[in-house]
């Protein structure tokens, strides 16, 4: 199975950036479509950004005019670039992407999970 795994968290300051990294391990597979959601303490889980196959993107929410979503499919990675970040994004990012093999089978695997802080 492939595994997503999440990099690029931590503490930050208020006006501060990151670019998280979620990176799909293992082979003969292709990735269709990826999320990333975040999910703050006491709250749901919310889209934050998807970008499909072909790099088409779109934001949800508060992280509209502060995110950038992108990807290299030659390594298998989306990325999450947040700017001005705000003591609300302080939350736990996770990805999830749209896993197809050669046989036509999909699935949705989700990383783990990665904290970002922003203090303010």
């Known amino acids: 199975q492939v595994q997503l795994v999440e990099s690029g968290g931590g503490l930050v300051q208020t006006g501060g950036s990151l670019r998280l990294s979620c990176a799909a391990s293992g082979s003969g597979f292709t990735i269709s479509t990826v999320n990333w959601y975040r999910q703050a303490p006491g709250k749901q889980r919310e889209l934050v950004a998807f970008?499909?196959?072909?790099?088409?993107?779109n934001y949800v929410g508060s992280v509209k005019d502060r995110a950038t979503i992108s990807r290299d499919n030659t390594k298998n990675t989306v990325y999450l670039t947040m700017n001005n970040l705000k003591p609300e994004d302080t939350a736990v990012y996770y990805c999830k992407a749209i896993i197809k093999r050669p046989s036509g089978y999909e699935y949705t695997p989700w990383g783990q999970g990665i904290q970002v802080t922003v203090s303010s």
């Open positions: 970008i499909t196959v072909n790099s088409t993107s």
